[in-house]
T-cell receptor, first 110, second 113 residues
Framework: GQQVMQIPQYQHVQEGEDFTTYCNSSTTLSNIQWYKQRPGGHPVFLIQLVKSGEVKKQKRLTFQFGEAKKNSSLHITATQTTDVGTYFCAGSSNNNDMRFGAGTRLTVKP | DSGVTQTPKHLITATGQRVTLRCSPRSGDLSVYWYQQSLDQGLQFLIQYYNGEERAKGNILERFSAQQFPDLHSELNLSSLELGDSALYFC??????FGYGYTFGSGTRLTVV
């Protein structure tokens, strides 16, 4: 079945450093979504990518969708303590239910 | 408040028991999804309903069942509970059509003792 793999599992950075999490699928995806879950909270939708090679930016966050639509990345420039949380990618290959990666837990040292 | 309401927020029950988790989707959303999140783990997809009908099934145990009612609220029933069923259960809803982001509820934390 469809699997979405996400690395790294954990990332510790110093405030101001950059951060990147990667997502890979075993199958071609119709779309990919990114979510952020703060400690003790629930996942919150950040963005969706649909097109091959698509790049979207939200302030310090840059999201990319691979040309083959099997991988994606989220890059945060100059992390802040407010960026702390777990970042999940989620992909669908059947335009239906989204399958989530295991998430990357980001901690930021002030 | 995300607009997705889950009750109860916390539930403690004994092994072998049965519980029902409830979810009211965001107004206008027809799709409801259930996910299980074990401690510090990812989100395991359980089941999806769309406008009252089952649309997709994930890693849902036979001891678990769900349904979506005409008013679009959904219930997840967990029976013959085991210690390993202890987890956060999230409900999410999404709008009509393809590719809407999911809106998650705050979750129900189930503890089986």
């Amino acid at each position: 079945g469809q699997q979405v793999m996400q690395i790294p599992q954990y990332q510790h950075v110093q405030e101001g450093e950059d951060f990147t999490t990667y997502c890979n699928s075993s199958t071609t995806l119709s779309n990919i979504q990114w979510y952020k879950q703060r400690p003790g909270g629930h996942p919150v939708f950040l963005i969706q990518l649909v097109k091959s090679g698509e790049v979207k930016k939200q302030k310090r966050l840059t999201f990319q969708f691979g040309e083959a639509k099997k991988n994606s990345s989220l890059h945060i420039t100059a992390t802040q303590t407010t960026d702390v949380g777990t970042y999940f990618c989620a992909g669908s290959s059947n335009n239906n239910d989204m399958r989530f990666g295991a998430g990357t837990r980001l901690t930021v040292k002030p | 408040d995300s607009g997705v309401t889950q009750t109860p927020k916390h539930l403690i029950t004994a092994t072998g028991q049965r519980v029902t988790l409830r979810c009211s989707p965001r107004s206008g959303d027809l799709s409801v999804y259930w996910y299980q999140q074990s401690l510090d783990q990812g989100l395991q997809f359980l089941i999806q309903y769309y406008n009252g009908e089952e649309r997709a099934k994930g890693n849902i145990l036979e001891r678990f069942s769900a349904q979506q009612f005409p008013d679009l609220h959904s219930e997840l029933n967990l029976s013959s509970l085991e210690l390993g069923d202890s987890a956060l259960y999230f409900c999410a809803s999404s709008g009509q059509g393809f590719g809407y982001g999911y809106t998650f509820g705050s979750g129900t934390r189930l503890t089986v003792v």
